[in-house]
Protein backbone atom coordinates (compact mmCIF):
# COMPACT_ATOMS: atom_id res chain seq x y z
CA UNK A 1 0.00 0.00 0.00
CA UNK A 2 3.05 2.38 0.80
CA UNK A 3 4.32 1.97 -2.72
CA UNK A 4 1.21 3.39 -4.42
CA UNK A 5 0.75 6.08 -2.23
CA UNK A 6 4.40 7.31 -2.02
CA UNK A 7 4.11 8.53 -5.95
CA UNK A 8 1.75 11.61 -4.48
CA UNK A 9 3.63 11.82 -1.12
CA UNK A 10 4.33 15.64 -0.27
CA UNK A 11 8.10 15.27 0.76
CA UNK A 12 10.68 14.35 -1.68
CA UNK A 13 14.65 14.16 -2.65
CA UNK A 14 15.46 16.70 -4.76
CA UNK A 15 18.88 17.44 -6.36
CA UNK A 16 20.17 21.18 -7.43
CA UNK A 17 21.60 20.93 -11.02
CA UNK A 18 23.72 24.07 -10.25
CA UNK A 19 24.94 22.88 -7.54
CA UNK A 20 25.90 18.80 -8.26
CA UNK A 21 28.97 17.90 -9.81
CA UNK A 22 27.90 14.24 -10.98
CA UNK A 23 30.69 12.96 -8.30
CA UNK A 24 27.83 9.33 -7.85
CA UNK A 25 28.37 9.71 -4.16
CA UNK A 26 24.57 9.78 -4.11
CA UNK A 27 23.76 6.63 -5.63
CA UNK A 28 26.95 5.07 -4.84
CA UNK A 29 25.45 5.43 -1.09
CA UNK A 30 21.82 4.74 -1.34
CA UNK A 31 20.62 1.54 -0.14
CA UNK A 32 17.62 1.35 -2.07
CA UNK A 33 19.76 1.32 -5.29
CA UNK A 34 17.97 4.17 -7.00
CA UNK A 35 19.46 6.22 -10.37
CA UNK A 36 19.14 9.45 -8.45
CA UNK A 37 21.12 11.22 -11.30
CA UNK A 38 18.44 10.24 -13.87
CA UNK A 39 15.86 12.27 -11.96
CA UNK A 40 18.29 15.36 -11.34
CA UNK A 41 18.91 15.40 -15.19
CA UNK A 42 15.55 15.32 -16.13
CA UNK A 43 14.70 17.75 -13.93
CA UNK A 44 12.33 16.14 -12.02
CA UNK A 45 12.40 15.39 -7.95
CA UNK A 46 12.98 11.61 -7.18
CA UNK A 47 10.01 10.20 -8.30
CA UNK A 48 10.86 6.20 -7.16
CA UNK A 49 8.69 4.56 -5.45
CA UNK A 50 11.42 2.77 -3.77
CA UNK A 51 12.74 5.65 -1.77
CA UNK A 52 12.70 5.26 1.89
CA UNK A 53 13.72 8.71 2.42
CA UNK A 54 16.56 8.28 4.46
CA UNK A 55 18.22 11.25 3.33
CA UNK A 56 21.98 8.79 3.17
CA UNK A 57 22.24 10.55 0.18
CA UNK A 58 21.86 14.03 1.09
CA UNK A 59 24.27 13.61 4.03
CA UNK A 60 26.86 12.12 1.48
CA UNK A 61 26.63 14.93 -0.95
CA UNK A 62 29.54 17.03 -0.89
CA UNK A 63 28.04 20.19 -2.41
CA UNK A 64 24.83 19.78 -0.64
CA UNK A 65 23.22 19.71 -3.80
CA UNK A 66 20.31 17.52 -2.27
CA UNK A 67 17.53 18.78 -0.10
CA UNK A 68 14.13 17.00 1.30
CA UNK A 69 11.77 18.86 -0.83
CA UNK A 70 8.05 19.55 0.20
CA UNK A 71 5.82 20.18 -3.12
CA UNK A 72 2.59 18.80 -4.38
CA UNK A 73 2.77 17.00 -7.58
CA UNK A 74 1.90 13.71 -9.11
CA UNK A 75 5.30 11.98 -9.77
CA UNK A 76 4.49 10.90 -13.63
CA UNK A 77 1.52 10.03 -13.76
CA UNK A 78 0.64 12.82 -15.67
CA UNK A 79 3.04 11.67 -18.62
CA UNK A 80 1.88 8.07 -17.99
CA UNK A 81 -1.22 9.39 -18.82
CA UNK A 82 -0.26 11.43 -21.59
CA UNK A 83 1.78 8.44 -23.22
CA UNK A 84 -1.33 5.89 -22.68
CA UNK A 85 -3.87 8.27 -24.79
Same mark, same amino acid.
Given at each position: ?18 ? /??? =??? #???? !? &?? $???? *??? @? ?9 ? /??? =??? #???? !? &?? $???? *??? @? ?14
Amino acid at each position: MQKITSRFALTKISIDKDK /CVD =CHL #CEKH !C &PM $DIKL *LSY @KNEGKRNLSTE /CII =CAT #CANV !C &PK $DAIK *LTM @KFDFGNLIEELNYKS
